[in-house]
């Protein structure tokens, strides 16, 4: 992760304060005549442990610094050097969900900018990130933002790019969807290239999957989704929710029954109040299942454990029950079809890319299937599969439910909400 310079500051001052963040890994985030944002990185479990570290390296050192709750979940450090003031935050190692979309967003804007401005390649990802860094004085004219808020947002990815722990990957990964567009574009000559992040071209359904949208000169529109990874990994075609899944199912009395004993089997053990996750009770319910953590370790992931089994036991009976609502959940919202806007998925890897077609493989089945069964994996407990039985062929979908939030509002601290992800066929 590049350090960078707080410019502002004369060398000396700045290596002082270096003093205090190494050896932990850090970045400059943002800074201007009054003010700088540092980053500092830690795994997750030990980022208390390191402000605490450099907060007493600053008191050492006679810095004058105010430690404050604002910054993330465990605050931040403010600092005052000669009326210039710096603060520093703590962040995961890796993972997160900013981080998450952080780290989406490269792979999808990055190409989408570069393609626009014919660019064919880039011999490093400094030279990449330079020409990103160019975009930002340009405004929209390469047409890839949809609106002024997809702009702004697109603006902050491009600054916020270097602070990702993956940052050198996913500029790499941009680089193989990059090289996708261009031979795209020797089949059909493209005009424009959308990124989709908020908003979807005009008369594009706002369920489409497309992370990208590719208007070729004929006038027709291509949806690209877009996943990064390992050559041989398998990433998530579908990230939802236990509440959405059930939304979209169209079954609140089976959600309401599913909150209802997640709360008496998990939550009440711990103490919290039915209400535990409203605005006005969240913060204190959290630190009251953090409290829980560290004195009990080992009935925490106990809990978690039956907060599993109850949500994947409630997810599996939900697509047993009737055929036709799993056959239709499947079509909406795992295949998404578009008659008028088909999608192409696309896997970066390193700085190349490939096709992935079990969708399409879904698709061609599904028509000829019998029976749809939903069943636990034996061997762990976030995994679980849908059977797709035909005559002659059975497709089994990988499913998984688990935890997505960083810490400390992961696990039991995330409900019965936990995220449903299709990982592929098995």
Known sequence: MPAGRINKLTVAKENALKKCILPYEYAIKEQNNSTAVVIVRAPSAERKDVKTDIEKKLKAKKYKYTSVRAGGSIGATDIEIDEYKVRITYKNLSGGMSETTLNSTITELAPALAFMANKKTFSTVDQF???LQQTLKQGNQSGCYLNDRDKQAGHQFIKDMPTSSKFKEKMENAMGVLKYLHKLDSKTKIEQVYFAYRAKPTGINTDHKGDLFVKFTTGKMLGVSLKAGGAKTAEPQLNTYVNKFFDDMNRPSDKEKLRNSVYREVHSKVGLPGNWQTPSQKKQAIDKIEEFRIANARQYEILYDKQLEL???????AINLRKKDADLYIKKKIIKKDENVPLEV?????????????EDAIETHLPACKKITARKSTTSKQEWFIDLVGT?????????IRTNQPPPNNKIAQGFNLAIKFNGIA
């Open 129 to 131: 990130y330079t020409f």
């Open 311 to 317: 949500c994947r036991d409630a997810v599996i009976a």
């Open 346 to 358: 696309v896997k970066a890897y390193g700085k190349n890319y490939k096709m992935v077609t079990d």
């Open 392 to 400: 002659k062929e059975t497709i089994t979908m990988k499913m998984s």
